[in-house]
């Protein structure tokens, strides 16, 4: 069974980072290209980024402008999005994902950007 548990999210200041890691497991995670997706409060599913099985190749949405960086550790099974820069609207919850289009079952790893 796939599994996907996302952490490092919390409440910063406008400005500041986090990392964001989500730990895989029950699937070939090297074999499979990784998303990071979020939901914002009162707004539908939205792609942030991808990474290729290598780490290769990575991809981001406009909205992200260089503030995000993906990355993956195959030996560790785990998938990072480091977060720099926060602003208010990258507030979210955040979800790692194999299908970006899916409807995450995981529980997700809030990310809150507030003075």
């Known amino acids: 069974e796939v599994q996907l548990v996302e952490s490092g999210g919390g409440l910063v200041q406008p400005g500041g980072s986090l990392r964001l890691s989500c730990a895989a497991s029950?699937?070939?995670?090297?074999?499979?290209?990784m998303y990071w997706v979020r939901q914002a409060p009162g707004k539908g599913l939205e792609w942030v980024s991808s990474?290729?099985?290598?780490?290769?190749?990575?991809y981001y949405a406009d909205f992200v402008k260089g503030r995000f960086t993906i990355s993956r550790d195959n030996a560790k099974n785990t998938l990072y999005l480091q977060l720099n820069s926060l602003k208010s609207e990258h507030t979210a919850m955040y979800y790692c994902?194999?299908?970006?289009?899916?409807?995450?079952r995981s529980q997700g790893t809030q990310v809150t950007v507030s003075s």
């Open positions: 990474i290729s099985t290598g780490g290769g190749a990575t």
């Open positions: 994902a194999t299908d970006p289009k899916a409807t995450p």
């Open positions: 029950g699937f070939a995670f090297s074999s499979y290209g």
